[in-house]
């Protein structure tokens, strides 16, 4: 590895770790994830899953599933840059959890060009839209994570 390259691994490193404390703000139980998205950089947005502005912050029913409105944390990272100034062209997605089809056409269609995650999502479809779009993914070594 060379010396850009490692440098370029430890920042990756502290971000991600950033976006792992940046997911305990989150109220579901199942799964707490959290997302950066870092420019220039800079971190010019956060988010973690959640409900939607104004609803209680209940992610799970009685049965333990995930309601069906609960935004994904990179989904709020992205809207949150939306209502902003900025924008995320060719920015870098720092996310505990690799993102669903559904994030992964939002993550395209932001601008975003590199993503770095961690953990593995019950199913591979975003991560292969993603590669399919020409982003960057880099995963991290869950150890190196914590």
Known sequence: MTYAENKQHQLDIRYIRMARIWAENSYCVRRQVGALIVKDKMIISDGYNGTPSGFE????DETGRTKPYVLHAEANAITKVAKSHNNCDGATLYITASPCLECSKLIIQAGIRR???CDDYHCDDGVRLLHRAGLDIVKINPEECQ
């Open 115 to 117: 993503m770095v995650y």
């Open 57 to 60: 912050n209940v992610c799970e």
